[in-house]
């Protein structure tokens, strides 16, 4: 059984190597963030090699490495970094933070539900009273909000107070796109296109020239344009001619977060061709999370 040392020695070993991108760590790396002597590093490395819970990497570059059975001991699955699950806190995503697993409590009541966060990576800036998001998981697409009640530096374990538990659909984003799509053309005038918009209750359209996208019109660009005086300009010279575009197969949950790294509403929706086949926005994705719910005993796959 591994001492208390050993444990947070071999966790800030595989914080470490986790923030690295698999890069062999320093026992003198490890002695700064414990704030230690580097010699008792070394001391108990001999001893966690002799376990084979690390590996010495000789050479300059050398240091230490956790093995799989490191992972094992504290519990913590061994994934590959396209698997990491991010945490997200006041909005921003935690660097150096992916989360391994959640466990759910048993609650008495709906609303009232606690979950246990095993975390990778240091979780000494997370505090008390700290609102954080986790997910999507990539398994169940699980996302989880809620607030920091207890930390567990020794087995860098978060316990959440979870407010929202969501489940994103594993359907595709056809599934739930507007497929009745509304093109523009790009020598319409900025009246006749809000005139189009307006009727169709709709705030944006891609502008398409022979069936392929040459950019996005929304009812902000149209704004732009009168408050500029420009209404006199066609389409072509308002509309925005970055749009991002994704697979109509795509699912829902990678959409999502495409959505959050490029900061916009509404993707449109194309086939194997590139022929445009529909849009979804966040209205949609809202509209399809619909299986809110909260959980009894959970241990979860993540």
């Known amino acids: 059984m591994l001492t208390s040392v050993q444990k947070e020695i071999l966790q800030t070993l595989i914080n470490l190597y986790q923030i690295s991108n698999g890069k062999s760590i320093k026992g003198e790396d490890i002695a700064e963030v414990m704030n230690r002597n580097p010699g008792t590093i070394r001391n108990q490395m001999q001893s966690l090699r002799s376990?084979?819970?690390?590996?010495?990497?000789?050479?300059?570059?050398?240091?230490?490495?956790?093995?799989?059975?490191?992972?094992?001991?504290?519990?913590?699955?061994?994934?590959?970094?396209?698997?990491?699950?991010?945490?997200?806190?006041?909005?921003?995503?935690?660097?150096?933070?992916?989360?391994?697993?959640?466990?759910?409590?048993?609650?008495?009541?709906?609303?009232?539900?606690?979950?246990?966060?095993?975390?990778?990576?240091?979780?000494?800036?997370l505090n008390l009273g700290d609102n954080i998001r986790i997910g999507p998981t990539p398994v169940n697409n699980l996302g989880i909000i809620?607030?920091?009640?207890?930390?567990?530096?020794?087995?860098?374990?978060?316990?959440?107070?979870?407010?929202?538990?969501?489940?994103?659909?594993?359907?595709?984003?056809k599934e739930i796109a507007t497929l009745d799509l509304v093109f523009l053309k790009p020598n319409s005038s900025i009246k006749e296109v809000a005139n189009i918009l307006s009727k169709k209750i709709i705030d944006g359209a891609p502008v398409i020239k022979n069936n392929k996208i040459l950019g996005i019109l929304t009812l902000s660009d149209i704004v732009w344009a009168l408050a500029e005086s420009?209404?006199?300009?066609?389409?072509?010279?308002?509309?925005?001619?970055?749009?991002?575009?994704?697979?109509?197969?795509?699912?829902?949950?990678?959409?999502?977060?495409?959505?959050?790294?490029?900061?916009?509403?509404?993707?449109?929706?194309?086939?194997?061709?590139?022929?445009?086949?529909?849009?979804?926005?966040?209205?949609?994705?809202?509209?399809s999370i619909t299986n809110l719910e909260d959980f009894p005993v959970i241990n979860t796959n993540i």
């Open 51 to 125: 376990l084979s819970l690390v590996k010495g990497v000789p050479g300059p570059r050398g240091g230490y490495k956790p093995t799989i059975e490191a992972y094992h001991t504290l519990n913590i699955s061994v994934t590959d970094n396209e698997s990491n699950v991010p945490m997200f806190k006041d909005g921003n995503p935690v660097e150096g933070v992916s989360v391994a697993k959640i466990e759910f409590t048993s609650i008495p009541k709906p609303g009232e539900c606690e979950a246990a966060i095993k975390v990778l990576g240091s979780i000494k800036n």
């Open 146 to 173: 809620g607030e920091i009640v207890g930390r567990d530096d020794m087995d860098n374990i978060l316990l959440l107070d979870t407010t929202t538990i969501r489940s994103i659909p594993k359907k595709t984003v």
């Open 230 to 287: 420009k209404e006199d300009l066609n389409v072509e010279d308002v509309m925005q001619k970055n749009v991002v575009t994704i697979n109509q197969n795509m699912k829902i949950a990678n959409a999502v977060e495409v959505m959050y790294n490029e900061n916009i509403g509404r993707l449109i929706l194309i086939d194997d061709n590139q022929v445009p086949k529909g849009i979804i926005t966040k209205t949609d994705v809202v509209n």
